[in-house]
């Protein structure tokens, strides 16, 4: 019901809203003569507010609705996308090193091929799609993006290559730990 009262679509969602509290309303108690008119005045009131209403305190008017509809308090909601926020970045720290150690470069035909899909999923010709996007960002997406295929494609699966790959790190503890020994002294 939330998104049909918030959403603008083609839903007539002042019918569906009416009937839906009127439902819920006489289960529980008896309505009174003039319910409807009751109702019109609270809508017409709340689209006068609304009217009224900045864009960002409509805005801030949603984004409570939103949290009420995930029954979250904003500080609660601000400590899960905080967590997940760290993850992303760590996640695109170390992308960003796989790409350089492995020195992932990007052709000039990837990126063209990646707005032409941005074009298309937008309905737009390419050349307007290339005209108005920066491609840094592109290309840094692309180079995480080939950098990601990489780490899945030599991730370890058996047991065999998980001992291998065990001592390998091992051994390479073990270097760091030597070397870090000469360098103390």
């Not at 720290?93 to 298309?120: N, S």
Request: negative net charge; glycine residues 2%; contains cysteine.
């Amino acid at each position: 019901m939330l998104q049909t009262a918030s959403a603008e679509h083609e839903l007539d969602w002042k019918e569906y809203f009416r009937s839906q509290i009127k439902d819920m309303a006489e289960r529980y108690h008896d309505l009174p003569a003039d319910y409807d008119a009751q109702l019109d005045t609270i809508l017409a009131n709340r689209d006068k507010a609304k009217a009224s209403q900045s864009p960002e305190e409509r805005t801030e008017e949603l984004f409570k609705a939103y949290l009420g509809s995930l029954e979250l308090t904003e500080e609660q909601w601000r400590n899960q996308r905080q967590l997940q926020a760290a993850r992303d970045v760590c996640l695109d720290l170390l992308l960003d090193a796989v790409a350089a150690e492995k020195e992932i470069e990007i052709a000039p035909e990837e990126v063209r091929q990646f707005i032409e899909d941005i074009a298309a999923q937008a309905g737009m010709e390419p050349e307007e799609a290339e005209a108005n996007i920066n491609k840094d960002p592109l290309i840094w997406k692309l180079k995480r993006d080939k950098a990601l295929a990489l780490v899945l494609n030599s991730a370890v699966t058996d047991e065999e290559g998980k001992k291998k790959l065990d001592a390998a790190r091992a051994e390479a503890k073990a270097k760091a730990a030597a070397e870090a020994v000469v360098k103390e002294q």
